[in-house]
């Protein structure tokens, strides 16, 4: 199988190619820097510039599979020209493969794109599983909204497509978990406001085994990538303590002051939401990492 994917040199992308490799496909990559081009055994590299709306057409050659995974970061303070720098981002890089696709011969039947559990809103009793309709209104939920529908537009060529829903990737080589484990590793690691959030999340080894998984059964649809036990940001605080063999002693971090230093992206570290990953379950996919002890005393030890 030949696989095209972009965000390759990403968190997830790195994952997901050493997947393929490892189980012989070949895969296709996109990146906006002609110094990350490689062609090595089943690894070809391609350029693309969507803000130019330029792409290399040879990317598509023989391609089974498109993974869309590339976007900008949301972890980068949310002013307004970077909030247009996120929906760009995630929206022109998929018009452009979408019209590459409109324009061209190719035999590419299935789709999968990256998107956030950021669409469902905050609730202290609400469980949300694919099912769910409700979308939340703030910045991001209109984000993924419109992420998803570029993804939906695909449909049109009669392709198959899949969207990820993804919670914060547990890993040890990038995102969110080296920068909690910071201030704990230094004695000063406390929780968030009331600490009661519960907070999705996924080890990086099984969402890279879920898009594998969604390739292999080529899956459609809504997909909560997101492992099937939540926790809550002071569970989640202690066992990340308890692995490290680190105290803690401080009180919990009020709201405002969160908003004072990060602005608008406070937000992040304050949903509570319960989700759940009820087609993946169901599609009898295996997580590696259920329970956040696992993933963490994996990542951490």
């Known amino acids: 199988m030949k696989v095209l994917i972009t965000g390759a040199t990403g968190l997830i992308g790195q994952e ?25 055994d089943n690894y070809f590299g391609f350029y693309w510039n969507p803000k130019e709306g330029k792409i290399d057409e040879n990317c598509m050659d023989g391609i089974d599979v498109i993974v869309h995974l590339a976007g900008a970061s949301i972890s980068n303070r949310w002013t307004n020209s970077y909030k247009q720098e996120l929906i760009e981002s995630r929206l022109l890089s998929a018009n452009l493969l979408f019209h590459l696709l409109k324009k061209s011969p190719n035999q590419v ?17 609400a469980v949300y599983d694919e099912t769910s309709t409700a979308i939340d209104n703030s910045f991001l939920g209109k984000l993924v909204v419109k992420w998803e529908e570029s993804a939906d537009q695909f449909q049109l060529l009669n392709i198959k497509v899949a969207k990820m829903r993804t919670g914060v990737v547990f890993s040890n080589k990038g995102g969110a978990l080296p920068e909690m484990v910071k201030p704990i590793k230094m004695f000063v690691g406390s929780g968030f406001g009331s600490g009661k959030q519960l907070q999705t999340w996924i080890h990086l080894n ?46 919990n971090i009020p709201q405002w002051v969160m908003k004072l230093i990060l602005g608008e992206m406070h937000i992040l570290l304050f949903n509570n939401k319960n989700i759940l990953p009820k087609r993946a379950l169901d599609l009898g996919f295996q ?13 951490l030890k």
């Open 287 to 299: 997580f590696q990492f259920p329970t956040a002890e696992k993933a963490l005393q994996n990542l």
């Open 109 to 125: 039947k299935h789709y999968i794109s990256a998107s956030g559990t950021a669409i469902y809103p905050d609730s202290d009793t």
């Open 206 to 251: 099984d969402i890279a085994s879920l898009y594998y998984f969604a390739i292999q059964n080529q899956t459609e649809g809504v997909i909560n990538a997101v492992a099937p036990n939540t926790i809550t940001n002071q569970a989640l605080t202690k066992e990340i303590a308890q692995c490290l063999h680190r105290p803690l002693f401080l009180p």
């Open 16 to 40: 997901l190619t050493k997947l393929l490799l490892q189980n012989n496909h070949t895969v296709h990559y996109l990146t906006t820097s002609t110094l990350k081009i490689q062609n090595r």
